[in-house]
């Protein structure tokens, strides 16, 4: 809040109780944790560098608390998911409908971000996991669905009669991205194809990247979720070769998420199965 006023109102403290607790932890630390100045309060390098330590204490209690209201039936607690808008859209809302309705006492909050965003927030323990595609190694990972890629072309397009479209085709078109840490699917297909795109627009926007293609603008290629996700008139054209995104679930340690998590993750694994939009659940990969 960068007021120690408005976080004792949300935390039901006076300003005073606020500045007395903050001098109890820096008189017990050794070091100032927060500067005070015109700006606000913020904090100090050695206060950041207590953060993540800090965010690992409240997990910790969430965790037990937790624990503690699974014993009465698991009737309060807090869940922090990380995910990209397109999942955020089609699979969520069902998810977290069903969810609530067994669980009204668990709190829950949705963090919109590319890979590299959730990433950072996971490892900071700002969230519990997040729902992504092709994490990086170091996570345990659930897999959920596999996403086919399509090349998205304008009305008018010079490729719009073939059935499927190879990226040299598309080499001299102007080519939209998605901003980096957004679009890392899309790259590594890029990047293995072996050429070289004339990127014209970045943008971390999906509908604008629609917008602009729409208006000629450009080409780009995205996951059919997206679309799904989106009111488009484009022309979709399957990518050839063949290619997907797999989305699933990161977390650092299954054993040691919370309940609510563990709980959720049950849930999302279920009904995104039941609603079989996209290839089903590989095994292998889900092994």
């Not at 913020?42 to 993540?52: K, M, V």
């Not at 209201?69 to 869940?79: E, Q, Y």
């Not at 490729?159 to 990226?167: A, C, E, M, P, Q």
């Not at 004339?198 to 603008?217: C, D, K, P, V, Y």
Request: glycine residues 8%.
């Amino acid at each position: 809040t960068r007021s120690l006023t408005a976080a004792g109102n949300q935390l039901g403290f006076t300003q005073s109780g606020v500045s007395h607790l903050i001098k109890t932890i820096e008189d017990e630390f050794g070091f100032p944790v927060l500067i005070r100045g015109k700006g606000g309060v913020r904090l100090t390098e050695n206060g950041r560098a207590l953060l993540p330590a800090i965010r690992e204490i409240l997990n910790a209690n969430d965790h037990m608390d937790q624990i503690v209201a699974n014993i009465r039936g698991m009737s309060f607690g807090r869940l922090r998911i990380g995910t990209f808008a397109s999942a955020s859209v089609l699979w969520l809302p069902k998810i977290i409908e069903e969810f609530s309705h067994d669980y009204p006492g668990i709190q829950i909050e949705i963090i919109v971000g590319g890979n590299d965003s959730l990433i950072s927030q996971l490892d900071e323990s700002c969230i519990d996991f997040a729902i992504m595609s092709n994490p990086p190694q170091g996570y345990e990972w659930i897999h959920l669905a596999s996403d086919r890629m399509l090349v998205l072309l304008p009305p008018g397009h010079r490729l719009v009669d073939k059935d499927r479209v190879t990226l040299d085709e598309i080499d001299d078109d102007p080519f939209i991205l998605s901003n980096e840490g957004f679009d890392y699917d899309v790259s590594q297909i890029i990047k293995g194809s072996g050429i070289t795109p004339r990127l014209s627009f970045s943008t971390m926007e999906n509908r604008g990247i629609i917008a602009m293609i729409q208006h000629g603008l450009g080409v780009t290629v995205m996951p059919e979720m997206v679309l799904d996700s989106l009111e488009s008139n484009v022309i979709t054209k399957e990518l050839a070769p063949c290619e997907y995104r797999h989305m699933g679930i990161i977390v650092k340690s299954v054993n040691t998420a919370s309940l609510a998590a563990k709980t959720f993750i049950s849930y999302a694994k279920r009904i995104i199965s039941e609603l079989g939009t996209y290839p089903p659940i590989d095994e292998e990969l889900n092994a």
